[in-house]
């Protein structure tokens, strides 16, 4: 059983190219201007089926131009979208930045993304149930997202977790939770520990398993990922790539890591499918349009 249900965001991604990030209160001139389709929850999605996963999106939609554009492109993409929810709010904008060395700075103006509601995911409880995993984050309102974890885990379904963007998580809500997926930021403020090291994440990775959490993989962006049972952990090294864009790479490698869960692969190298496949959504502009498919993945 391969079937994924994620519960998360959709944006429209309006992206600025610009030689160097502005300082405040300071104009930057000569940016070139990219509309793409983002929000994590859909750029998880995508990676997902791209990868060849069948997967179900809960999302929250305006019933404006950018919500049907949406609603279009996540079914070509061969989402099913046959739950996707839809409100009188606007649909959700992310304003990016990215720079000449790939570093980006994103401000979310979430609109109907905080219309979806604990209710919308009781309405998908048969989907959940017959799901192998669900894959969710934070750009939701969170009594959703801890609503979502809990039905999940009671219903058997394992829960992943990407904790983005990072808001308080009780303890009690980690227990419910099969693998988190945090960075090193995200894992921080979760257990106090700086991570600079492979060390300092195995550290912040006993204090998680501490909380309750199942397994843990710490994203260390250009460095790799430590992935870590609770009898075993290996470190996965990135690989080395000449970087344009970063917006979305989390999302890629979380979106594909899951589809290598669901077929069958262990935690191990299904974090090594991810990383490749993260490798190359770095080369390429955007977060959907750069999420690799399963045939330019050279260690599947």
Not at 38 to 59: S, W, Y
Not at 66 to 75: P, Q
Request: hydrophobic letters at 45%; a negative charge; glycine letters at 8%.
């Amino acid at each position: 059983m391969n079937r994924i249900v994620i519960i998360g965001s959709s944006n429209v991604d309006l992206t600025a190219m610009v030689k160097s990030l502005p300082r405040p209160g300071e104009t930057v001139g000569g940016a070139k201007l990219i509309q793409a389709n983002g929000g994590k929850g859909a750029n998880q999605a995508v990676a997902a089926a791209r990868l060849g996963a069948e997967v179900l999106l809960l999302t929250c939609l305006g019933k404006d131009a950018n919500g049907e554009s949406l609603a279009k492109h996540l079914t070509a993409e061969g989402i099913d979208t046959s739950k996707i929810k839809y409100s009188s709010s606007p649909t959700g904008t992310a304003l990016i930045f990215v720079d000449d060395n790939a570093e980006n700075c994103i401000a979310v103006a979430p609109g109907s993304n905080m219309d979806l509601m604990p209710a919308d995911v009781n309405e998908i409880s048969e989907e959940l149930k017959g799901a192998a995993y669900l894959l969710l984050q934070m750009e939701l309102p969170m009594a959703t997202v801890e609503w979502a974890v809990k039905l999940s885990d009671t219903l058997g379904t394992k829960v992943v977790l990407n904790p983005a963007p990072m808001s308080p998580v009780s303890d009690e809500l980690l227990s419910h939770v099969w693998l988190l997926t945090p960075n090193e930021t995200e894992a921080e403020k979760l257990t106090g520990i700086t991570i600079h090291s492979e060390d300092d994440a195995r550290l912040a990775a006993d204090k998680l398993f501490a909380k309750g959490v199942k397994n843990v993989i710490i994203t260390m962006g250009s460095k790799g990922s430590l992935v870590c049972t609770r009898e075993r952990s290996e470190f996965v090294p990135s690989r080395k790539v000449k970087a344009i864009d970063t917006t979305g790479a989390g999302d890629c490698y979380n979106g594909t890591l899951v589809a290598a869960l669901a077929e069958g692969k262990d935690l191990f190298d299904a974090a090594r499918i991810a990383t490749a496949a993260a490798a190359i959504a770095v080369t390429r502009m955007g977060a959907q349009t750069a999420a690799p498919y399963r045939k330019e993945i050279d260690i599947i």
